[in-house]
């Protein structure tokens, strides 16, 4: 069993700044990529930004020069500096990792949720 945690979402001015945390805790091997996506009201969920264990990331065109991921492997945790916030980034965000976990007939890999944190940006 693997669990997502998540922290640091709340309520900023557009311009803002806010950094979210994931920590991942369990019966986990090893970790390979993480991600944050977003769900605003009334649309689907997307990908914000990606990181893989070896440090390479991804982001979504909208959020590029201004979300920051990173991850500390030893820590199991992921995390997404958010600058320059808009309102347009309203949304609850979660987190998502990749995860192997080892069992007595081998490893085998899962994919994990959190439960989300709202991010309410203000005009």
């Known amino acids: 069993q693997v669990q997502l945690v998540e922290s640091g979402g709340g309520l900023v001015q557009a311009g803002g700044s806010l950094r979210l945390s994931c920590a991942a805790s369990?019966?986990?091997?090893?970790?390979?990529?993480m991600g944050w996506y977003r769900q605003a009201p009334g649309k689907q969920r997307e990908l914000v930004a990606a990181i893989t264990s070896g440090g390479n990331t991804n982001y979504a065109d909208s959020v590029k020069g201004r979300f920051t991921i990173s991850r500390d492997n030893a820590k199991n945790t992921v995390y997404l500096q958010m600058n320059s916030l808009k309102p347009e980034d309203t949304a609850v965000y979660y987190c998502k990792a990749e995860v192997v976990v080892a069992g007595v007939y081998g490893s085998k890999g899962y994919s994990y949720w959190g439960q989300g944190t709202q991010v309410t940006v203000s005009s």
């Open positions: 369990g019966s986990i091997f090893r970790i390979n990529a």
